[in-house]
């Protein structure tokens, strides 16, 4: 079993939908949590961290932690078609190098 | 542009020969990673530095891979031998805190 787990979709949704993605994980010693978007032959790019359990918001994104679940979300509201490309979560830990690890990446597809 | 920088972007190798890419970051970052990505997967990590000091190498990485960060400045990794599961996107990242990762385009290696 991998430490962080996603899946891989793809997820279609029309446009103006709220998408809805998702991570688990295993290791309870990760405490910061990032979303990396990607597009197609290109490398990612940070959307948001957050650090420990909670929310934040930036704009039409919002990022939700649940330790106790160890459970992610990532929230799109009002999706856009160039909302469309693979999410990546991402986690790492405190103590030592900080490395992140990341999930498989989600494919979203937001069609007009 | 003040990006992280990859070269090549693309590399066409025949099986056994040896490759090197480079990866400059950006501009007094001292945080320096090295990813690979395959289709539909997420970033693997292979390895770590902080200034010229390698401080994390993935356990998963062969002998064949090695990574260089004179002066810690650019980096360089390479690839002896290569076989064709070595085909693989190369992702370079380079950071000044343990959060935001900047990524570069990449290297796209195939092994033929």
């Known amino acids: 079993q991998k430490e962080v787990e996603q899946d891989p979709g793809p997820l279609s949704v029309p446009e103006g939908a709220i998408v809805s993605l998702n991570c688990t994980y295993s290791n309870s010693a990760f405490q910061y949590f990032m979303w990396y978007r990607q597009y197609s032959r290109k490398g990612p790019e940070l959307l948001m961290y957050?650090?420990?359990?909670g929310n934040k918001e930036d704009g039409r994104f919002t990022a939700q932690v649940d330790k106790s679940s160890k459970y992610i979300s990532l929230f799109i509201r009002d999706s856009q078609p160039s909302d469309s490309a693979t999410y990546l979560c991402a986690m790492s830990e405190i103590q030592g190098s900080y490395i992140p690890t990341f999930g498989r990446g989600t494919s979203l597809i937001v069609h007009p | 542009d003040t990006g992280v920088s990859q070269n090549p972007r693309h590399k066409i190798t025949k099986r056994g020969q040896n490759v090197t890419f480079r990866c400059d970051p950006i501009s007094e970052h001292n945080r320096l990673y090295w990813y690979r990505q395959t289709l539909g997967q997420g970033p693997e990590f292979l390895t770590y530095f902080q200034n010229e000091a390698q401080l994390e190498k993935s356990r998963l990485l062969s002998d064949r891979f090695s990574a260089e960060r004179p002066k810690g400045s650019f980096s360089t990794l390479e690839i002896q031998r290569t076989e064709q599961g070595d085909s693989a996107m190369y992702l370079c990242?380079?950071?000044?805190?343990?959060?935001?990762?900047?990524f570069g385009q990449g290297t796209r290696l195939t092994v033929v």
């Open positions: 957050t650090y420990s359990s």
């Open positions: 990242a380079s950071s000044l805190s343990h959060i935001e990762a900047f």
